[in-house]
């Protein structure tokens, strides 16, 4: 089946380190989209990116879809211990359903 | 903002016996929702796609006489986990996307923590 790749599994930072997580798929996405994910907690929409090479902020938060539309970034600027969460990328690869990244649970030590 | 309820939120059953877990969107009509199954620590294995008025679509793996998936109208979707065994004790959860926004988000409910004894 089809399937979306993301690394790292674990991060732990201090609190105003950056993160970084990274999602990469072996054939062509038609958008993708972030989602955050507390414990105990289900999945909560950050943000799609559908055009090749695209960027979007929010706040500290930036997303980047690659030029191919193969691989895509999270990055958080100085993170908070309000970021504490788990990370999943999802890829759509005809519009219709989604393939969840494995996930990159963040950990911030204040 | 577009709501999901998932219940129950958590079920304890016997091994071999039944359970169904209702997935509905509150304030829109999905005419597809999806059922994932998340294991500790680990990601969202997207198990069926549920389409109203039609039969669900299984991933491959996915037993679909083992997990019964029902989409009866646009607002409600079931799963049915017949003759449940330990193994099947994991996270269910649902998601649905607005009718006719293809490239909406998927609102989640907020799963269903299973365990088979």
């Known amino acids: 089946g089809q399937q979306v790749m993301q690394i790292p599994q674990y991060q732990h930072v201090q609190e105003g380190e950056d993160f970084t997580t990274y999602c990469n798929s072996s054939?062509?996405?038609?958008?993708i989209q972030w989602y955050k994910q507390r414990p105990g907690g289900h999945p909560v929409f950050l943000i799609q990116l559908v055009k090749s090479g695209e960027v979007k902020k929010q706040k500290r938060l930036t997303f980047q879809f690659g030029e191919a539309k193969k691989n895509s970034s999270l990055h958080i600027t100085a993170t908070q211990t309000t970021d504490v969460g788990t990370y999943f990328c999802a890829g759509t690869y005809n519009f219709n359903k989604f393939y969840f990244g494995s996930g990159t649970k963040l950990n911030v030590k204040p | 903002g577009a709501v999901v309820s998932q219940h129950p939120s958590w079920v304890i059953c016997k091994s071999g016996t039944s359970v169904k877990i209702e997935c509905r969107s509150l304030d829109f009509q999905a005419t597809t929702m999806f059922w994932y199954r998340q294991f500790p620590k680990q990601s969202l294995m997207l198990m069926a796609t549920?389409?109203?008025?039609?039969?669900?679509?299984?991933e491959q793996g996915v037993e679909k006489d083992k997990f019964l998936i029902n989409h009866a109208s646009l607002t409600l979707s079931t799963l049915t986990v017949t003759s449940a065994h330990p193994e099947d004790s994991s996270f269910y959860i649902c998601s649905a996307r607005e009718a006719g926004k293809t490239n909406s988000p998927l609102h989640f409910g907020n799963g269903t923590r299973l365990t088979v004894t």
């Open positions: 054939t062509t996405l038609s958008n």
């Open positions: 549920s389409n109203e008025g039609s039969k669900a679509t299984y």
